[in-house]
T-cell receptor, first 113, second 109 residues
């Protein structure tokens, strides 16, 4: 039971390039979300999905997601900009009764030059 | 807009000291208040509080929620160097987590 798995761990992009960050969970929960973490600013929600086939955006532009199945929630940077340099964290709760806390993957550290 | 504020932002103490970290929140549709510890990688879950006044405890760490005054505290007694980390507080509403800025705790030997 791996929980939440993110790949890659590190990546460097040039401005204007596109890239997909992968997130997979084996906890069989409908809810998944993406956050970015920047120094001194805590974690900020980018996108979330309540179930396969649905997604909701929190921040404008620059990112796309898809949720074709319960396990995977990839995040795509359409045309990378230096302002998107950050650590990206994917989260999902474990399946269970009542309110469940969210658990995080190890993150992807992304640098855009 | 939902908001979570942590204090202090940074704290340096000596091993063996007791520390109290603070978290206040202003949110709609409150469901739970969570504490996480973050060292080098992912935040790891510590506590989830849903009812006011109930203390959650795990070893030297404990936390309590005051839903009337809209705050929570995380207490660490007999601190050790391994407690050095960023401690994150988050409110879990209907659809998302709203995080505070975090408290960077450093324990000196």
């Amino acid at each position: 039971n791996a929980g939440v798995t993110q790949t890659p761990k590190f990546h460097i992009l040039k401005t204007g390039q596109s890239m997909t960050l992968q997130c997979a969970q084996d906890m069989n929960h409908g809810y998944m979300s993406w956050y970015r973490q920047d120094p001194g600013m805590g974690l900020r929600l980018i996108y979330y999905s309540a179930a396969a086939g649905t997604t909701d955006k929190e921040v404008p532009n620059g990112y796309n997601v898809s949720r074709l199945n319960t396990e995977d929630f990839p995040l795509r940077l359409v045309s990378a900009a230096p302002s998107q340099t950050s650590v990206y964290l994917c989260a999902s709760p474990r399946r269970g009764s009542g309110i469940q806390p969210q658990h995080f993957g190890d993150g992807t550290r992304l640098s855009i030059l | 807009e939902d908001k979570v504020v942590q204090s202090p932002l940074s704290l340096v103490v000596h091993e063996g000291d007791t520390v109290t970290l603070n978290c206040s929140y202003e949110v709609t549709n409150f469901r739970s208040l969570l504490w996480y510890k973050q060292e080098k990688k992912a935040p790891t879950f510590l506590f989830m509080l849903t009812s006011s006044g109930i203390e959650k405890k795990s070893g030297r760490l404990s936390s309590i929620l005051d839903k009337k005054e809209l705050f929570s505290i995380l207490n660490i007694t007999a601190t050790q160097t391994g407690d050095s980390a960023i401690y994150l507080c988050a409110e879990q509403g209907a659809q998302k987590l709203v995080f505070g800025q975090g408290t960077r705790l450093t324990i000196n030997p």
